[in-house]
C-alpha cells in the first residue's frame, strides 16, 4: 500500500483565490511527480523533483503554478490565482528512481467556484 | 508525442465473469505500469510490467513490448473490482514522466 500523503483532500476557492496542497513522499523516495487528472480522466504531468531540484516540469506559461520540495518539509503544489479550469485532482506520487514504480497518494481535490 | 488507447472504454460484468481490458501505445515503453482507480481517488499500482507476463491474485498483465500493447486480465470478478483501470507508460528509463490512457471503467454487478 501507498504510503504516499496528501492534504487536504478536498479544497474550494473561489476564483483569484490561491489554492495550497502538500504531499509528504514515502520514506526513502527521492523522486516526487504531480500530476493534474481532470473530469474527462485525462492526465496532465505538471513537474517531478528529485530531492529538491526539479527534473522536468511543464510549460506553467500562465505563471500561475508554482511546486517546491524543500530538503524536512513536505513538498508543495501553489496555483497564485485559482481558475475554474484548474478545477482537477491534483495526484502527487513518488518513487524510488525515474525509472522505477510509481506510487500515487489520494490526491487533493480542487474545485475552483 | 506518445499516445496511448485503453479499450473497451467501459464495461459491466456480473460476479464471477472475466474481463480483458487492453492498451496499446504508440512508441517503444520502457515502463509500463497499470494502475487501479478508486471511486474516491487513489491510485494503486497494480503492475510494473514492460515485458512478459506478471501475476497478482486474480489479476494477469501481459505485455508484449515489439507490438506495443499490453493487456490486463481479471478473473472471477466481484463487485470491488469496480472502479477505473489506467494504463500508463514513459518511454525511456531516466525520465519518469508517465502518459496515461483514458481508463477503462469497469463496473461489476452482483
Known amino acids: 500500500n501507498s504510503k504516499v500523503i496528501q492534504t487536504p483532500r478536498y479544497l474550494v476557492k473561489g476564483q483569484g483565490q490561491k489554492a495550497k496542497m502538500r504531499c509528504i513522499p514515502e520514506k526513502g523516495h527521492p523522486v516526487v511527480f504531480w500530476y493534474q487528472q481532470n473530469k474527462n480522466n485525462e492526465f496532465k504531468f505538471l513537474i517531478n523533483f528529485q530531492n529538491q531540484e526539479v527534473l522536468q516540469q511543464i510549460d506553467m506559461t500562465e505563471k500561475r503554478f508554482s511546486a517546491e520540495c524543500p530538503s524536512n518539509s513536505p513538498c508543495s503544489l501553489e496555483i497564485q490565482s485559482s481558475e475554474a479550469g484548474d478545477s482537477a485532482l491534483y495526484l502527487c506520487?513518488?518513487?524510488?528512481?525515474?525509472?522505477?514504480?510509481?506510487?500515487f497518494g489520494e490526491g487533493s481535490r480542487l474545485i475552483v467556484v | 508525442g506518445q499516445q496511448v488507447q485503453q479499450s473497451p472504454a467501459s464495461l459491466v460484468l456480473q460476479e464471477g465473469e472475466n474481463a480483458e481490458l487492453q492498451c496499446n501505445f504508440s512508441s517503444t515503453a520502457t515502463r509500463l505500469q497499470w494502475f487501479y482507480q478508486h471511486p474516491g481517488g487513489r491510485l494503486v499500482s497494480l503492475f510494473y510490467?514492460?515485458?512478459g507476463t506478471k501475476h497478482t491474485g486474480r489479476l494477469t498483465s501481459t505485455t508484449v513490448t515489439n507490438e506495443r500493447r499490453s493487456s490486463l486480465h481479471i478473473s472471477s470478478s466481484q463487485t470491488t473490482d469496480s472502479g477505473t483501470y489506467f494504463c500508463?507508460?514513459?518511454?525511456?528509463?531516466?525520465?519518469?514522466?508517465?502518459?496515461f490512457g483514458h481508463g477503462t471503467i469497469l463496473r461489476v454487478h452482483p
Open positions: 510490467n514492460p515485458s
Open positions: 500508463a507508460i514513459s518511454p525511456g528509463a531516466n525520465t519518469g514522466k508517465l502518459t
Open positions: 506520487a513518488s518513487s524510488q528512481g525515474s525509472g522505477n514504480t510509481l506510487y
